[in-house]
C-alpha cells in the first residue's frame, strides 16, 4: 500500500466519528501487504503489519478500497461479489465511510 494511500486515510480521518471507538481495523492487501489501523477514542494510528487480536480483517485490493472510499464501490457489492472478504466484527467495516468521509 502506498504511503499515498495511508496519507490519504490520516487526512480523511473524522474524530467525531471515532469517539468513545476501541476497534482495530486490520487490512490484508492483496497487492501490498497487510497493515492496520487502531482507533481509540477518537485517535487514528496506522501500522504496517498483523495485530493480534483485531476487531475486524478485511482482504482486498488498494483498488477496491479506494473505490468504497471514494464511493465508486459499494462495500455490500464489492463483499457479495467476492472482491472483499471480511472476518469478525463484520458490521465494523460499514463505519469505514464515516470515519473517513469523502470530501
Do not use: C
Not at 471507538?21 to 487502531?38: I, K, R, T, W
Not at 475486524?56 to 479506494?66: C, G, R
Not at 472510499?69 to 472483499?84: E, H, P, R, V, W
Amino acid at each position: 500500500m502506498s504511503t499515498n494511500t495511508l496519507e490519504k486515510l490520516q487526512a480523511r480521518f473524522n474524530p467525531k466519528a471515532a469517539e468513545g471507538m476501541s476497534e482495530v481495523f486490520q487490512f490484508h492487501f492483496s497487492d501490498a501487504g497487510s497493515h492496520y489501523l487502531n482507533i481509540q477514542d477518537g485517535a487514528l494510528d496506522i501500522h504496517e503489519g498483523e495485530h493480534d487480536d483485531p476487531s475486524v480483517s478485511l482482504s482486498l485490493s488498494t483498488e477496491t478500497l479506494k473505490g468504497i472510499m471514494s464511493g465508486d464501490i459499494n462495500g455490500m457489492t464489492a463483499f457479495m461479489t467476492g472482491k472483499l472478504k471480511a472476518t469478525g466484527n463484520v458490521m465494523l467495516a460499514t463505519k469505514l465511510t464515516s470515519l473517513f468521509p469523502s470530501d
